[in-house]
T-cell receptor, first 115, second 112 residues
């Protein structure tokens, strides 16, 4: 069964600190892995998208890693800011050929950055 | 500002009523999607459209219908609302099925 599991469910850190969020998946056939940020009351916003051959990708203070062998990904946030408080969602795309693919969403990690 | 517009932002609806959630994008994206987001669950795909004139069923299509008469609009209709359809509904679009999806800010729907 295709699944995406994220940990921790929630996390509280102090402003300025770093943190790492985890994503494990059992999705086949794998196409790509995406991280989204969802602010409270808003829609998700894409942070990174990585294909099988990419093992790291950065977007400002956000750095995503991918280990396709162990089927794990992480999202590292450097020098956290209050505005980083949000839910971070890991999404894995399964490729079924042509224009058909399926996105499997994790339930997200809720991050709270405190002053 | 380019993006996705959803309407209404929230709605309370009596069970049995018909409701259409509107979604418009101005990015000329080919693909559009409807998701529902429920507490403790990841987003689940209801219906999708890879291009104008075509639609497909997602993971949880029962009780919902969509149409894609043109590139910009992708309305979602609940023919006869039931309480289990209480959720936050997100519309999204992408240039293609393998590209990042751009989401609207959601419609919060309560069925009583």
């Amino acid at each position: 069964k295709n699944q995406v599991e994220q940990s921790p469910q929630s996390l509280i850190i102090l402003e300025g600190k770093n943190c790492t969020l985890q994503c494990n998946y059992t999705v086949s056939p794998f196409s790509n892995l995406r991280w989204y940020k969802q602010d409270t009351g808003r829609g998700p916003v894409s942070l990174t998208i990585m294909t099988f051959s990419e093992n790291t990708k950065s977007n400002g203070r956000y750095t995503a890693t991918l280990d396709a062998d162990t089927k794990q990904s992480s999202l590292h946030i450097t020098a956290s800011q209050l505005s980083d408080s949000a839910s971070y969602i890991c999404v894995v795309s399964a490729e079924y050929g042509g224009a058909t693919n399926k996105l499997i969403f994790g339930t997200g990690t809720l991050l709270a950055v405190q002053p | 500002i380019a993006g996705i517009t959803q309407a209404p932002t929230s709605q309370i609806l009596a069970a049995g009523r018909r409701m259409t959630l509107r979604c418009t994008q101005d990015m000329r994206h080919n693909a559009m999607y409807w998701y529902r987001q429920d507490l403790g669950l990841g987003l689940r795909l209801i219906h999708y459209s890879n291009t104008a004139g075509t639609t497909g069923k997602g993971e949880v299509p029962d009780g919902y219908s969509v149409s894609r008469a043109n590139t910009d609009d992708f309305p979602l209709t609940l023919a006869s609302a039931v309480p289990s359809q209480t959720s936050v509904y997100f519309c999204a679009s992408s240039e293609g099925p393998h590209q990042p999806q751009h989401f609207g800010d959601g419609t919060r729907l309560s069925i009583l």
